[in-house]
């Protein structure tokens, strides 16, 4: 049963990618919400920023599974596309709605953010568990 506990608490594991988001998501809400009353007028910055970091995140897990899964050049072509219409997403963001550029950054540090805490979290859960 500690072998099993042990392996839960390992990165390597498929569900480390899945706490990543988890942590991803609370990040968002947690600067959404801070945001939302300290920050008035950086608030649509931290939304766009963190739906991008999400959407980026979710974008190389899918490039992950295809890559994985050896679907060929056809998948990862439709990945391409995907990361660049991200990319062209932000550029719009900034450019033309002019989202506030700080706040914008920091909504998408939580991709980041949340691999950082959560490897964190996974050091402190396998050093709580018996050798």
């Known amino acids: 049963m500690a072998s ?3 392996k839960r608490w390992d990165p390597s594991q498929p569900a480390f990618i899945v706490d990543v988001l988890r942590v991803m998501v609370g990040m968002w ?3 959404c919400a801070i945001g939302a009353f ?38 990862l072509f439709w990945l391409l ?8 997403v932000m550029a719009l963001l900034l450019a033309v709605v002019r989202v ?19 490897l964190l979290w996974y050091l402190v859960q396998s ?5």
Do not use: N
Not at 50 to 56: C, K
Not at 81 to 88: N, P, R, S, T
């Open 4 to 6: 099993d506990e042990k």
């Open 29 to 31: 809400i947690a600067i």
């Open 38 to 75: 300290r920050f008035h007028q950086g608030f649509g910055g931290l939304l766009a920023g963190g739906l991008l970091a999400i959407a980026l995140y979710l974008a190389a897990i899918q490039a992950g599974r295809a890559v994985g899964q050896h679907q060929g050049s056809r998948a």
């Open 81 to 88: 596309v995907q990361q660049i219409g991200i990319w062209v």
């Open 100 to 118: 506030h550029a700080v706040a914008f950054v920091l909504g998408v540090s939580i991709l980041p953010g949340a691999i950082i805490l959560t």
């Open 127 to 131: 050093r709580r568990m018996p050798s």
